[in-house]
């Protein structure tokens, strides 16, 4: 991935709006184990109407002794502070990883091996939550908040950036952005790293390189995820109808109706276990999402409301 005895560069990029735990994962980037033979930069790209963040970005980068660069990038609309991070980087990686998500000690240590031993364009690591005492049991059990790729026949076809390294060299991601159109509704990065795919693309998976992420009390409800599903399955939905029509796309709507009602009917079959049947009521609901966005019903907006954490997680 590089030219040996020659230092390399890494720039972690942060997205950011209006969330007081950017120290947190400041905090955690620098007391990292640094890999060796790369210089490390940060750059925080800050969302918001106004450059809010910008104080406490200045202070903590002299206080960290961290080469930050700080990207006034507005305004509400997550792809436009994606991309100024890829604008303002001219490293040979990029990282990603969430203003209220902290750093394991061996997180970017980790996501570098993994590139180094398996080539791939994109590396993702893990993202796991924890949650406050007043979740509902049920979630907390099945740990409905936590982010893992998603094995599709031995592959991983898509991705995000909560937690991801990028090559950025490789021809896959040359000139690539991310879609204004999905700033405010979410899956940018779902359909990011689908177009990379499609390009030659290979996305590894590096288990070890964790980031933690607390879920605020907005989040540890049904509704959050049951929206957040179903608008995962309207970008899935519409990224799979961009290339069908006709009996295809009937075909597709078809089998996607046929996967909700099963998931639906399993959850009355299981309906004594709230984390078995929550899950399949979720994914019935994803399966919904898929059909609507087939169909070309317009994306929820989930972000760029006046909280972060109303519209939700960043990702995917």
């Not at 905090?27 to 450059?51: H, K, L, T, Y």
């Not at 961290?66 to 509400?76: G, K, S």
């Not at 599709?152 to 040359?174: H, W």
């Not at 399966?287 to 019903?297: F, I, Q």
């Amino acid at each position: 991935m590089g030219v040996a005895g020659k230092n390399r560069s890494i720039d972690i990029s942060v997205c950011t709006f209006r969330r007081p735990e950017l120290a947190d994962t400041l905090r955690s980037i620098a007391a990292m184990d640094m890999p060796s033979g790369f210089e490390i930069g940060v750059i925080v790209a800050d969302n918001d109407d106004a450059p809010t963040a910008r104080a406490l970005v200045t202070t903590l980068a002299r206080e960290l002794k961290l080469a930050v660069t700080y990207r006034h990038a507005p305004a509400r609309n997550i792809s436009i502070a994606r991309n100024a991070c890829l604008d303002a980087s001219t490293a040979d990686l990029v990282a990603f990883i969430d203003d209220d998500e902290t750093a394991s000690s061996r997180w970017l240590a980790e996501l570098v091996a993994t590139a180094e031993t398996s080539g791939a364009v994109a590396v993702l690591g893990p993202v796991r939550a924890h949650y406050g005492s007043d979740a509902p049991d049920w979630m907390r059990k099945g740990d409905f908040h936590s982010t893992l790729p998603v094995w599709v026949r031995g592959e991983i076809r898509t991705g995000y950036t909560c937690n991801v390294l990028l090559r950025m060299s490789d021809e896959s991601l040359r000139g690539r952005r991310f879609s204004l159109a999905r700033g405010q509704t979410g899956g940018e990065d779902t359909e990011f790293f689908y177009q990379m795919v499609k390009a030659g693309g290979r996305i590894a998976f590096s288990p070890e390189a964790r980031v933690d992420e607390v879920v605020p009390r907005a989040r540890a409800t049904f509704d959050w995820l049951g929206r957040r599903r179903f608008r995962f399955g309207q970008t899935h939905g519409h990224l799979l109808g961009s290339n069908a029509s006709g009996l295809r796309l009937a075909v597709q709507v078809g089998l996607a109706s046929a996967k909700a009602a099963y998931c639906f009917a399993s959850a009355v079959v299981t309906a004594v276990s709230p984390v078995r049947r929550n899950r399949s009521v979720l994914r019935g609901i994803m399966h919904v999402g898929v059909v609507s966005g087939l169909v070309g019903v317009r994306e929820i907006r989930q972000y760029g409301l006046s909280s972060p954490q109303e519209g939700g997680k960043r990702a995917a």
